[in-house]
């Protein structure tokens, strides 16, 4: 998993007003669920963003005064109209223990299907897995190489070592649909 280093700055007020003054002033609050308790500081928004609007999956590396804490992405919270980053919550975590987390599926090879003619339709973008964050890839590669005409590839037959899917086995991430011309010229 990709590490990436964030400066904070630690909240002496809790609650709506300062939350409001904070994002006023160009910063987003946020919380770190540990095992110490609860952790309140704010981040300034263009770093919010960057952690945020990507496709990677990142170990925060968050530096708070004199402490720094490993953590990942727990939820972001947007504006309903305005869609900017109103809060965000943050999971610390160590390197012992296991963790629940979305990773990035990317699709490897051309398909035999799409080669024939077919359309490859990716139905996942990203699958929930459990394992500890310091062994977790950076993503999740699937080889579909061998998919054919009006097949899918199901989680089951991604090939995985170190951690756990905790998807439904049986969902299809990919597949091959035949497009209507192949459809009529296979039925003259």
């Given at each position: 998993?990709?590490?990436?280093?964030?400066?904070?700055?630690?909240?002496?007020?809790?609650?709506?007003?300062?939350?409001?003054?904070?994002?006023?002033?160009?910063?987003?609050?946020?919380?770190?669920?540990?095992?110490?308790?609860?952790?309140?500081?704010?981040?300034?928004?263009?770093?919010?963003?960057?952690?945020?609007?990507?496709?990677?999956?990142?170990?925060?590396?968050?530096?708070?005064?004199?402490?720094?804490?490993?953590?990942v992405?727990?939820?972001?919270?947007?504006h309903?109209?305005?869609?900017?980053?109103?809060?965000?919550?943050?999971?610390?975590?160590?390197?012992?223990?296991?963790?629940?987390?979305?990773?990035?599926?990317?699709?490897?090879?051309?398909?035999?299907?799409?080669?024939?003619?077919?359309v490859?339709?990716?139905?996942?973008?990203?699958?929930?897995?459990?394992?500890?964050?310091?062994?977790?890839?950076?993503?999740?590669?699937?080889?579909i190489?061998?998919?054919?005409?009006?097949?899918?590839?199901?989680?089951?037959?991604?090939?995985?070592?170190?951690?756990?899917?905790?998807?439904?086995?049986?969902?299809?991430?990919?597949?091959?649909?035949?497009?209507?011309?192949?459809?009529?010229?296979?039925?003259?």
């Amino acid at each position: 998993m990709k590490s990436i280093e964030v400066q904070g700055e630690l909240r002496s007020n809790v609650g709506k007003v300062s939350a409001k003054a904070a994002r006023k002033n160009g910063k987003v609050p946020a919380v770190i669920y540990s095992a110490e308790g609860p952790i309140h500081f704010e981040l300034p928004i263009l770093t919010a963003q960057k952690l945020v609007r990507t496709q990677d999956v990142y170990l925060v590396q968050l530096q708070l005064g004199d402490k720094q804490y490993s953590c990942v992405i727990r939820e972001v919270q947007y504006h309903s109209v305005y869609d900017y980053i109103l809060h965000m919550d943050f999971l610390a975590v160590n390197d012992e223990k296991a963790i629940i987390i979305e990773l990035p599926l990317k699709l490897v090879g051309t398909a035999k299907g799409v080669l024939a003619g077919g359309v490859l339709v990716q139905k996942m973008r990203k699958l929930k897995v459990r394992g500890v964050p310091t062994k977790l890839p950076e993503f999740i590669s699937a080889d579909i190489s061998e998919l054919e005409l009006g097949k899918s590839l199901k989680i089951k037959e991604i090939k995985l070592e170190g951690f756990d899917i905790m998807n439904n086995k049986d969902i299809p991430v990919a597949s091959v649909t035949i497009p209507r011309s192949l459809r009529v010229q296979q039925g003259k």
